[in-house]
């Protein structure tokens, strides 16, 4: 019999927690709450999860310096609920590690869905075929920044998912695949107010 995956829900708000840890038991999955990041430091000493799904903007240790503690301590996948966070919040925690992220509040069915799919593409080692489009992007232009509307253009991607994230997440899923360290990319290098720039010897020239 497979167990069950289990998720850790880090929130400072405790009825926001147990809604979704409830609904999570619902469906199958074995569930921890924390409250913090010194909490889930303890709950991860008992036991790796599956996945955590944390809140960026909590009062004691905000959640881009959790992603980066945890990502340094082991390697699980994390999904960022975000209320107020910016753009480069959601980036920085991409680039820290992360693996997706949802608006709160968060319909549970989407989140549930969302849990699904980092849990199925954290099995999977080969690139995907929107992957190795974009990749095949930035092989035909070395050296050259790229922004995400050009890279979206030029791999063909006309999907309602393309238009929604989907770059950043896609050109993370790439540098865990490819990089050395996917914390600090050599090959895929973010520019920032500009875009992104493939180095294919990972030299900073």
């Known amino acids: 019999m497979t167990q069950s995956p289990h998720i850790i829900i880090v ?11 409830d609904y999570l038991k619902m469906h199958g999955f074995n569930v921890t709450l924390c409250d913090g990041g010194k909490s ?14 944390l809140d960026l903007n909590m009062p004691e240790e905000d959640g881009l ?35 997706d992220y ?11 869905a969302r849990i699904r799919s980092v849990l199925r593409r954290s099995n999977e080692h080969p690139l995907t075929a929107s992957e190795f ?5 930035f092989a035909a232009n070395p050296k050259r920044v790229l922004s995400r509307e050009r890279l979206l253009e030029l791999a063909n991607a006309r999907d309602a998912e393309a238009f929604d994230r989907a770059v950043d ?6 540098r865990r695949k490819i990089e050395i360290d996917p ?7 973010t520019i920032r107010g500009g875009g992104y720039l493939f180095s294919p010897t990972g030299d900073k020239a």
Do not use: H
Not at 133 to 137: A, D, N
Not at 183 to 189: E, F, G, L, N, Y
């Open 11 to 21: 929130d400072d708000e405790a009825p926001a927690r147990e809604m979704v840890g």
């Open 40 to 53: 889930l430091r303890g709950a991860i000493e008992t036991g790796v999860p599956d996945l955590v799904v």
């Open 65 to 99: 310096s959790i992603i980066r503690d945890l990502k340094s301590r082991i390697n699980v996948p994390v999904i960022m609920l975000t209320a107020t966070a910016s753009p480069i919040d959601r980036v920085v925690g991409l680039e820290l590690g992360a693996d």
């Open 102 to 112: 949802i608006a709160k509040p968060c319909e549970l069915r989407e989140l549930m």
């Open 133 to 137: 489009g974009l990749l095949k992007v």
């Open 169 to 174: 997440l896609r050109i993370m899923r790439i």
């Open 183 to 189: 914390t600090k990319p050599a090959v895929i290098r």
